[in-house]
T-cell receptor, first 118, second 113 residues
Framework: AQKITQTQPGMFVQEKEAVTLDCTYD???????LFWYKQPSSGEMIFLIY??????QNATEGRYSLNFQKARKSANLVISASQLGDSAMYFC???????????????FGQGTRLTINP | EAQVTQNPRYLITVTGKKLTVTCSQN?????MSWYRQDPGLGLRQIYY???????DKGDVPEGYKVSRKEKRNFPLILESPSPNQTSLYFC????????????FGPGTRLTVL
């Protein structure tokens, strides 16, 4: 079963608009972490933001915020005032909390390719 | 500067010729991991290590070996590469624990002819 689902393969947004990238997850653990990474065309993986399952407030990092709705198991990334440099692939990932075999790995979604138009 | 380094960054090789991709981190992280990224499949874990001399298989370990003799290094070994191992490979490291981000290396683009 897919643990991380990103339903938007591609998105096109006008510069300076806000954009929301969707992510839903599936876990039976109570303790888990949710992460967003950006992968520009150069290929590196850049950490953007994370949300812990016990965090009561949504995480924010500059122009990035994470809209965490625990009951719905969603962790959407919101980018405010988009810029041309935001054009990239974006991955949602989860790290589960139990110390079972393999639990520390990041499980990634398929990614959303975001294109910012001038 | 805190970082994860990988070498080589690009490699073209032929089927059956053993190769090693090195990975090193300078953040004293216990946890290290290798992922491969393929179009349409996302990133998948190959092997991971919880600490020195402690390694285990991830989701796609066939055809790969690893070792963790020192805390900072976690090389990925392809004993007999095949074309289906053509991929983009990432090494990552972190402190153990659910809420710790993984730091990724710059990636190694491998082509096996």
């Amino acid at each position: 079963a897919q643990k991380i689902t990103q339903t938007q393969p591609g998105m096109f947004v006008q510069e300076k608009e806000a954009v929301t990238l969707d992510c839903t997850y599936d876990t039976s653990d109570q303790s888990y972490g949710l992460f967003w990474y950006k992968q520009p065309s150069s290929g590196e993986m850049i950490f953007l933001i994370y949300q812990g399952s016990y965090d009561e407030q949504n995480a924010t990092e500059g122009r990035y915020s994470l809209n965490f709705q625990k009951a719905r198991k969603s962790a959407n990334l919101v980018i405010s005032a988009s810029q041309l440099g935001d054009s990239a692939m974006y991955f949602c990932a989860m790290r589960e909390g139990t110390f079972k075999r393999g639990a520390q790995k990041l499980v990634f979604g398929q990614g959303t390719r975001l294109t910012i138009n001038p | 500067e805190a970082q994860v380094t990988q070498n080589p960054r690009y490699l073209i090789t032929v089927t059956g010729k053993k190769l090693t991709v090195t990975c090193s981190q300078n953040m004293n992280h216990e946890y290290m991991s290798w992922y491969r990224q393929d179009p349409g499949l996302g990133l998948r874990q190959i092997y991971y290590s919880m600490n020195v001399e402690v390694t285990d298989k991830g989701d796609v370990p066939e055809g790969y070996k690893v070792s963790r003799k020192e805390k900072r290094n976690f090389p990925l070994i392809l004993e007999s590469p095949s074309p289906n191992q053509t991929s983009l490979y990432f090494c990552a490291s972190s402190f153990t624990g659910t809420y710790n981000e993984q730091f990724f290396g710059p990636g190694t683009r491998l082509t096996v002819l």
